[in-house]
């Protein structure tokens, strides 16, 4: 009788455990918020096109849906990637906390090295204490290098041990010709990358909701409860532009962009042409932040090109 009595509370015991695991399992894939897994690698499209008549030395255009291949121009050469290091930033943070309400500090040194790096930020001061949402959309919406590197030390402790996480990040995605040496995209040989690898990135985020909420959004308000700042707007960079240069709004949805002097203007974006979704890379377009935009230029002309494709 005592042997089946315990039989019965060893069977329960077992199967308490096994709900908990699932429970748990089904926790943390929650965390993940919709992140695909795994990509499948890009292949040719039986009518793969050259791009030649744009000023952006680098270039690709990846059809959303089936992975291939549209368009391209030195699509497997290195760039700098600049600020599309961002991307990798972004969705390594939402991968690996579980709580994007959780407030972090942001302190003297990392304001201090933006400043003497020339790195663009998103407003936070030394003092503040944002919460880890707020530092996504200060990275993805104004390219926050202070957000990048505050981010990459709450998930990590360090940025290169957080730039670790970023390597092993594009190791499974296939991203065979990229190496991350910092979270910001600051110029240094060891951080490079190519336009094919960078589409591969965008379209695995994209598959994220957290993230997709967060590029896709117009602006975002940043409430604080210490610190200097007490509530302020932040805005999507890419937006403005898109504005200023009265490009369609209807073709570009969203994306990242990216300047230094070694990369010049770059762009990653996600937009739709007639009811298809594209990713479109444009790098390396020999111009500056005060000239024309040829990174937007660039894209708005290839997603006119894929219009008349169809």
Do not use: W
Request: aromatic share 8%; glycine share 8%.
């Amino acid at each position: 009788m005592k042997k089946k009595r315990y039989l019965k509370k060893l069977v329960i015991g077992i199967l308490i455990i096994m709900v908990l695991f699932k429970l748990i399992t089904f926790l943390d894939l929650s965390n993940i918020l919709g992140s695909e897994t795994k990509t499948d690698p890009l292949v040719l499209n039986n009518e793969y096109m050259d791009i030649e008549d744009i000023v952006s030395k680098n270039a690709i255009v990846i059809d959303k849906t089936t992975g291939q291949i549209i368009m391209g121009k030195n699509y497997n050469k290195k760039i700098h990637p600049a600020s599309m290091t961002k991307v990798m930033t972004a969705i390594v943070g939402i991968e690996n906390v579980s709580n994007l309400n959780k407030r972090t500090k942001m302190t003297q040194d990392i304001i201090d090295y933006c400043i003497t790096n020339g790195l663009s930020v998103s407003g936070f001061k030394p003092g503040d204490n944002p919460k880890i949402i707020d530092l996504l959309y200060g990275i993805l919406l104004e390219s926050g290098g202070e957000a990048s590197i505050t981010l990459a030390r709450y998930v990590s402790g360090t940025e290169q041990e957080f730039v670790n996480l970023m390597n092993q990040k594009a190791r499974e995605l296939g991203m065979k010709n990229t190496h991350f040496s910092n979270s910001t995209g600051i110029t240094d040989i060891e951080n490079y990358s190519t336009v094919e690898d960078i589409g591969i990135l965008f379209k695995y985020a994209l598959g994220n909701r957290q993230f997709k909420k967060v590029v896709e959004s117009k602006e975002y308000e940043v409430r604080g409860i210490n610190g200097l700042f007490t509530r302020r707007t932040i805005n999507n960079n890419l937006f403005l532009k898109r504005s200023m240069l009265n490009i369609d709004k209807d073709h570009i949805k969203c994306g990242k962009t990216g300047y230094t002097k070694a990369t010049g203007l770059c762009l990653v974006s996600s937009g739709e042409v007639n009811n298809r979704a594209y990713i479109v890379v444009a790098a390396h377009a020999d111009r500056n932040i005060e000239t024309e935009q040829y990174n937007l230029i660039d894209t708005e002309k290839i997603y006119s090109k894929l219009k008349k494709l169809d």
